[in-house]
């Protein structure tokens, strides 16, 4: 049996998926989306030379020691002073306020003294300290933002301030989830002999939601042809751009998912990657819609879900696959087989620094291991095992 390498693998995934389309989509909705297209600020920030201190505005040639300036008014945040200073004349402004026309500097009032309407001062002054020239910050018509950003909060708050309050982001697939397998119960049934309760599309729905317009969860059908084509029918009635199936994909007499999805009109792109776990995955499309039928052991279906999906969509929204993580071993690693592993692992923090300690346990049903994971290990084909301190390549369970 030839099994697919994963490399080529996920190369045929990202050959099917759509290039990425806008939507657009308000501000205060915007968390968490790529941007499908350049922010560009729409007007100067500062808009205005602005005070960056409350103090006084005036001519920095005007200091000289023992020599007051008269004070003719006052510019404030959000009500500027509309008159002009002359020499010898200065005005009380306040952080944020434009600096009036005629002034070129702004002295902090810790160093003026008044006295009635008059003010001096106990430090020179320097033109153009303490004032935030108009654009200084950004400029009308530059980019703040690029395509392909994910708009967390720093880049909302950005983008607010350009004054964006609609912005174009990548469509979301929507995707639909399904769970095969006669034994397989919902979580709160009651647990009959020989069942085990369905666990995967718990694990799916929050791992792929953060890129996804809609996780539907179709719950369980059992390994019986009508009731499973019957259920495909309903699926692929309904607006979907992906569909996920967990079980049913290996060799087994129930495992008649395969032969149900291209009895439905799937085209099978693969079936059966060099990996573990997760070698039973198997990828193809039904029209627009791409189908992914993933192992229904517990590991296997995140691993593959992580390994395969996740490049899928976040080719989907446009967001550039992020490098692999290099970190050093906190423990040695056991020789591995011909298979590429994706080794369930956690990121530990060290004085050394961040380190990645290898979970011992590798049977692709021991859902318990996936407890204490946040990354994967990359273990390479016949690798033969590393010794504490090697620095290997993972991927991050979270990261986006
Ligand atoms: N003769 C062979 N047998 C198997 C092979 C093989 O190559 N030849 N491959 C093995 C590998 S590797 C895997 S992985 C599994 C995958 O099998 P299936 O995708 O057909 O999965 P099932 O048989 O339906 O289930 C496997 C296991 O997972 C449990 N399961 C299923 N769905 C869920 C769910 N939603 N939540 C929690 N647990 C689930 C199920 O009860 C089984 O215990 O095949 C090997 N066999
Ligand atoms: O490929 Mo399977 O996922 O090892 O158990």
Same mark, same amino acid.
């Not at 729409?42 to 808009?47: F, L, N, R």
């Given at each position: 049996m030839s099994l697919l390498p994963v490399d080529d693998a996920i190369a045929a995934i990202l050959q099917r998926v759509p290039a990425p389309t806008a939507e657009r989509v308000p501000l205060s909705q915007a968390g968490g989306r790529v941007l499908a297209e350049p922010l560009i600020a729409?007007?100067?920030?500062?808009?205005f030379h602005a005070s960056a201190m409350d103090g006084y505005a005036l001519r920095?040639?005007?200091?000289?020691?023992g020599h007051r300036l008269s004070l003719i008014g006052t510019s404030q945040a959000g009500a500027g002073f509309s008159g002009r200073v002359a020499p010898g004349e200065a005005v009380r402004i306040f952080t944020g306020a434009p600096v009036p026309e005629g002034a070129d500097t702004v002295i902090m009032q810790e160093e003026a003294l008044v006295d009635g309407s008059h003010v001096s001062f106990t430090a020179p002054a320097r033109p153009g300290h303490s004032v935030r020239p108009r654009g200084n910050d950004f400029a009308r018509g530059q980019q703040l933002i690029a395509p392909g950003t994910r708009m967390g909060a720093m880049q909302l708050s950005v983008a607010a301030a350009a004054n964006s309050a609609i912005l174009n982001v990548a469509r979301r697939p929507r995707i639909a989830l399904l769970a095969t397998g006669d034994e397989l119960v919902l979580p709160g049934d009651p647990l009959g002999p020989d069942q085990i309760v369905a666990s995967n599309s718990y694990g799916l729905a929050p791992l792929l939601s953060p890129y996804a317009q809609s996780v539907d969860d179709h719950g369980i059908v059992g390994d019986e042809r009508a009731k499973l084509r019957s259920k495909l029918a309903d699926i692929f009635a309904g607006d979907l751009d992906i569909l996920i199936t967990t079980g049913?994909? #290996?060799? *087994?007499?129930?495992?008649i998912v395969q032969e149900l999805l291209l009895e439905m009109g799937v085209t099978l792109d693969f079936w059966r990657i060099?990996?573990?776990?997760?070698?039973p995955l198997m990828f193809g499309t039904r029209g627009k819609t791409l189908v992914f039928g993933l192992p229904g052991n517990p590991v296997s279906a995140m691993v593959t879900a992580i390994v395969f999906i996740k490049p899928a969509l976040r080719r989907w929204l446009g967001y550039a696959e992020p490098p692999t993580w290099r970190l050093p071993l906190a423990a040695a690693t056991p020789p591995n087989t011909a298979r590429r592993h994706f080794m369930r692992a956690r990121l530990v923090h060290t004085p050394n620094g961040p380190q990645l300690e290898p979970i011992a346990q590798t049977d692709?049903?021991?859902?318990? #291991?996936? *407890?204490?994971?946040?990354m994967l290990i990359i273990q390479p084909e016949g690798d033969p095992g590393q010794p504490a301190g090697t620095t290997i390549e993972a991927l991050s369970i979270d990261a986006f």
């Open positions: 729409a007007h100067d920030q500062p808009p920095a040639a005007d200091v000289v020691e049913g994909a #290996s060799v *087994g007499d129930h495992d060099n990996m573990r776990p997760g070698k692709s049903g021991h859902t318990s #291991s996936l *407890g204490g994971a946040n």
